[in-house]
């Protein structure tokens, strides 16, 4: 009993509150591939069961999917997702599938940040919701994961922070603390959008 109540209180770190608007149907907007344009109650649902991360549309009562090879880009009450190609870090349900991945924008500027979201089994009965940090340099297509801690459902081995740090190289205080995971993936989004705006750590 212990160990399921310590189970459910980390995997419920892994999701706040704030998120809840992606998976719920809210007021949203998106872009088609064929470049057409839409509004309507939208929710991201995840790869699970042998079906793919999707968008689920529902305008004037009737429901519409979209696979990620369809829609380009989305906006779910100020969450805005970006569709991606060839992303290497695919975890948990949504790793046996081929589709462009969802990536959420957190931060944009000389180093972006953004959350990746998959589901992965727990145990009985049981899915926890992950967002993964990744980031890449301005004008770049290269993706680093951080993952500073255990991550359900994700090789650690695909996450060396020292790739990561390797972003921030105006900063080598900032650099030190996130080779040594010593910035928290809570504090991930704050120290990015602060190196961004010029921001630099003295010794």
Known sequence: MRLSKMVLASASLLLPSLARAQFN???????????????????????????????????????????????????????????????????????????????????????????????????????????????????????FAYSPSRTPGFDQKLAPSTFVAALFPADPVLQRQIATNTISRAQLATAVHAYNQGVRLTP
């Open 25 to 143: 149907l809210a007021p949203g907007t998106y872009r088609l591939a064929n470049g057409a344009k839409g509004n309507a109650s939208l929710k991201l649902v995840l790869a699970e069961g042998g079906s793919p991360t999707m968008v689920v549309e529902v305008k004037n009562g009737k429901e519409r999917t979209f696979r990620s090879s369809e829609i380009t880009n989305f906006i779910i009450e100020n969450h805005q997702f970006i569709q991606v190609s060839n992303f290497r870090f695919r975890s948990g349900a949504d790793a046996g599938f081929n589709d462009p991945t969802f990536l959420e924008v957190l931060e944009m500027g000389p180093v972006e940040l953004f959350y990746y979201y998959y589901q992965v089994e727990m145990g009985p009965n049981f899915k926890a919701h992950v967002k993964l940090p990744v980031l890449r340099k301005l004008g770049t297509n290269t993706f």
